[in-house]
């Protein structure tokens, strides 16, 4: 069964380091999201994708993250300089068509456990 | 905006009881309603959707309906077993719009 893969699956990094995280989605998903979710809470969304073109990157702390998916197939997820409160589960998704109109699910990868230490 | 609001855990079952976790929403038109597990440790899984009203969802003994009138998505399972403990989250998603999701409920079931 296809799934989406996401690596590391924990990282431990010093404060005001770089971090980056990588997702491969489902092969033939054109949309690809990456959340967050901190401990005891939901998933909250940083940015998602069509494509290559970033569609919705109004919760990214743009000072701090950034993202890519050049070739519209992996992504990865950066964060520098990383700062305590980064400390959470990154999670990327991914789902078959942007404009569906049968609401399709989202599949979701194991997750980057980042400790921020 | 959208929003989903579920009851707050932790919830403690014993073996073979009743579940019930309550899902509400806020959303303009008519949003595909969701309930995800999560496992220790690990990402988000599909337990069961529902696309329009009135529609029940269900997958491993896990029901949740649709019911627009009262804007609610409850999930439910007759009889729980240890293997059932996770976090469950209720969302939704509206035509293009990224999943929206809950707080998320922590079951643990005891044997």
């Known amino acids: 069964e296809a799934e989406v893969a996401q690596s590391p699956r924990y990282k431990i990094t010093e404060k005001s380091q770089a971090v980056a995280f990588w997702c491969d989605p489902i092969?033939?998903?054109?949309?690809l999201y990456w959340y967050r979710q901190i401990l005891g809470q939901g998933p909250e969304l940083l940015v998602q994708?069509?494509?290559?073109?970033?569609?919705?990157d109004s919760q990214l702390p743009k000072d701090r993250f950034s993202a890519e998916r050049l070739k519209g197939v992996d992504s990865t997820l950066k964060i520098q300089p990383a700062e305590l409160g980064d400390s959470a589960m990154y999670l990327c998704?991914?789902?078959?068509?942007?404009?569906?109109?049968?609401?399709?699910?989202?599949?979701f990868g194991q997750g980057t456990r980042l400790t921020v230490v | 905006g959208n929003s989903v609001t579920q009851m707050e855990g932790p919830v403690t079952l014993s073996e073979e009881a009743f579940l019930t976790i309550n899902c509400t929403y806020t959303?303009?038109?008519?949003?595909?309603l969701f309930w995800y597990v999560q496992y220790p440790g690990e990402g988000l899984q599909l337990l069961l959707k529902?696309?329009?009203?009135?529609d029940k969802g269900s997958n491993k003994g896990f029901e949740a309906t649709y019911r627009k009138e009262t804007t609610s998505f409850h999930l439910e399972k007759g009889s729980v077993q240890v293997s059932d403990s996770a976090v469950y989250f209720c969302?939704?998603?509206?035509?293009?719009?990224?999943?929206?999701f809950g707080k998320g409920t922590r079951l643990s079931v005891i044997a």
């Open positions: 998704a991914s789902s078959l068509a942007y404009r569906s109109t049968k609401n399709t699910e989202a599949f």
């Open positions: 959303a303009t038109g008519y949003p595909s």
């Open positions: 529902a696309t329009k009203a009135d």
């Open positions: 092969s033939g998903h054109a949309t």
């Open positions: 969302a939704l998603r509206r035509g293009n719009t990224p999943l929206v």
């Open positions: 994708f069509q494509d290559e073109s970033v569609v919705d």
